[in-house]
Each structure stands twice: as structure tokens, then as C-alpha cells.
């Protein structure tokens, strides 16, 4: 895909306007940040389109040249072979730059992952992935913090939620909901009988305070009695919070924490994330549909990928992507290989939508 020269210049003028203004002092609180935003996103997009640029005045030269001398003719054409093999390249690379991001891409993200059909082996594999996505996690210098959970009674979670925060979490971990399959023969079956269980998996943006307003009159909080492990406050103090909005009907539950303030600010966290993502889903609008035409739709209900134990492989089955490296892909870093797919999938569907 060629970009072509008056929107490099275009790009380049506009990276060089926020510079300016950003050196000049002039900018303060609220005008400020928002610059820097502006500056932070269209950096990598003009430091590309400055590299194609330059790649291209030096190969038309470089063809321009009528040199008599054959060494000097020689090395010309040695380096015009290099530009033309180099400059595709450069150029997909400034499409995907220039490709519309997702405002939530930079955000930190709420994960949550829920047992599906499968009793306590589900509740076995929501702990697999949970410990997946710590380990990829901790892989990216990213830091996650359990939110709330359910253990099930041989140590799986029936539900857990977490924080992941970091350098573009939302951007790569977006792909990841839907439902999670696993083929294996259950730590509890004696027959040797390979089952099939699942867990779902959903990622929400979290968003700042300023994404969502929430209005104290839409709120029912509820306190109670924590259940469950969680030694000897459990039923003995009303810790753990339950909060309802109103307005949506949307219910969030906390009882992890020791103290109500601190289990009433995880819901509200929680809650913040759930409300955003329906925002975002109302506001897309048209483009859900485009949504679900890339890698998918973000959908729970839809089956993304197969975990099967028996062959050591993993299935992503919305680009046919199949690794055999089970193991790597639960210890983290084989999860990556997954997750670089489906971006470049992604991005590659788009670019081609944007050339119809």
C-alpha cells in the first residue's frame, strides 16, 4: 500500500506543529496533556513516514544518476536494489501506523475469567489461564492485582477478576475474550476418560474516572457477611460490598479485601470497567460488525480456542493457527506467538478493507 507524498508531508507538518508547541512553554494543565497525548501517538507514525520519505528521494536520485564511472555505476545500482527491496517494507509498515487505533488500546484492562460447563475441571482450567496471563504478564512488565475471586474447593476459581496494568495491555490482551476451551483427562477422573470443559474470558479497557460518570443516586450498596476462606474476619464483620447500578441493573460483588472501603473501591472499580465497555459497544455502533469480521467480535459466547492436552497443542480457531507447544503457551511466553497473530491478522484485514 503506497501513502502517498502529500500525506507524509502531511503527517511530518503536523508532528513538527506539536513539537514546536510542546518546546514552547506555553502549554499548561489540561492543553498540555493533550498535546503530549497527540505527540506520544503520532510519533512512531512520523518517525515512519520520515524514513520512507527520505528512502524514497534517495532511491529516485539514485536513479537519476548517469555516473560514466562503472564503479560508481555499480555501487548506485547495488544500493538502488537494496531501497526498492526495502521500501515495501517501510511502506506496509507506515499503513499499519497510520491505521485508526482504538482509543482504549493504551489502557490497563480488567480480566476476567469465569468457569464454564465442566464443574470443578473448568474451575481447574480458569486457573490454568489465569496463571497464563500473570506469567505473560509479568513477561511485559506488567504488574496484576486480583480484584476478586472464587476458589473452588480443590483450588480453581469459579470466578476470578484482576488489574493488569501497563505499557498497552488493552491493545494485546483485546483478543482474548471468548470462550476457552480444554481437552484433558480431569485430575478427578479415574477411567482415564478425556473431558472437554471451558472457561470464558473477558477483557475490558479500564478506563480513568473522567471516562465514566457515575452518580452516587445510581448506586445501591449493599455490605455483608464475607464467605468462603479467607480466615477469621470471614463471618465475623461485614466486609465484603455489593454494589447495583440502578440505571443498568449492572451488579458487581466484592469480599476479598479484610476492609469494607477497601472491597467497596475494587467493585467500583470493576464496575467503572463494565459500564465503559457498554459505552463502547453503543458508541461503535457500525462498527460492530467490522468487529466481528477481523479476528472476532470480543463476543463471550464465542469459541475462540482449544487448549488439548492429549496432542500438546493449541487451536485459535478465527485464523486456524495451531502450535504445538502447549506447555509454552501455559508458562507465558508461547502465548505471545498467539497474540502477535492475531494482532497482525487483525491489522491485516483492515488494511485490506481500507484498500477496497
Excluded at 502549554?27 to 496533556?33: C, I, K, R, S, W
Excluded at 476492609?259 to 464496575?271: D, F, I
Aim: hydrophobic fraction near 40%; charge should be negative; charged fraction near 30%.
Amino acid at each position: 500500500m503506497t501513502i502517498p507524498a502529500e500525506r507524509l508531508e502531511q503527517i511530518l507538518h503536523r508532528f513538527s506543529e506539536l513539537e514546536a508547541r510542546l518546546a514552547s512553554g506555553t502549554l499548561e494543565g489540561a492543553e498540555f496533556v493533550a498535546a503530549s497525548r497527540d505527540y506520544a501517538e503520532l510519533e512512531p507514525v512520523a518517525r515512519t513516514a520520515e524514513a520512507v520519505r527520505t528512502m524514497r528521494g534517495e532511491l529516485a536520485e539514485l536513479e537519476a544518476l548517469d555516473d560514466a564511472d562503472p564503479d560508481m555505476r555499480a555501487l548506485a545500482e547495488e544500493e538502488v536494489m537494496r531501497l526498492r527491496n526495502a521500501l515495501p517494507d517501510a511502506e506496509h509498515q507506515l499503513a499499519i501506523a497510520m491505521l485508526p487505533r482504538d482509543s482504549a488500546d493504551a489502557k490497563p484492562a480488567m480480566l476476567e475469567i469465569r468457569a464454564g460447563t465442566g464443574g470443578d475441571e473448568a474451575a481447574l482450567f480458569a486457573a490454568d489461564l489465569y496463571r497464563m496471563y500473570e506469567r505473560f504478564a509479568a513477561e511485559q512488565g506488567w504488574r496484576v492485582e486480583p480484584v476478586s475471586m472464587n476458589a473452588s474447593d480443590i483450588g480453581g476459581f469459579k470466578e476470578i477478576v484482576a488489574n493488569v496494568a501497563g505499557s498497552g495491555v488493552f491493545a494485546k490482551l483485546k483478543f482474548e475474550s471468548g470462550v476457552h476451551r480444554v481437552q484433558r483427562v480431569p485430575v478427578t477422573e479415574s477411567g482415564g476418560r478425556i473431558h472437554t470443559s471451558a472457561a470464558t474470558v473477558a477483557v475490558l479497557p479500564e478506563p480513568d474516572e473522567v471516562d465514566v460518570q457515575i452518580e452516587d443516586k445510581d448506586l445501591k450498596i449493599d455490605v455483608y457477611r464475607a464467605s468462603g476462606a479467607g480466615g477469621q474476619h470471614v463471618n465475623t464483620t461485614d466486609s465484603a460490598v455489593r454494589i447495583t447500578h440502578l440505571p443498568t441493573n449492572t451488579v458487581v460483588t466484592c469480599q476479598d479485601a479484610r476492609s469494607q472501603h477497601k472491597n467497596k473501591e475494587k467493585a467500583m472499580q470493576v464496575l467503572r470497567a463494565r459500564l465503559f465497555e457498554a459505552q463502547r459497544e453503543a458508541t461503535q455502533g457500525a462498527e460492530a460488525e467490522a468487529r466481528k469480521a477481523m479476528v472476532g467480535s470480543g463476543d463471550r459466547s464465542e469459541r475462540i480456542r482449544t487448549y488439548n492436552f492429549p496432542q500438546g497443542r493449541v487451536t485459535d480457531h478465527r485464523i486456524g493457527l495451531t502450535l504445538h507447544k502447549l506447555d509454552e503457551v501455559l508458562a507465558g511466553p508461547g502465548l505471545g506467538e498467539l497474540v502477535d497473530a492475531l494482532i497482525s491478522e487483525d491489522e491485516a484485514k483492515r488494511l485490506a478493507a481500507l484498500g477496497e
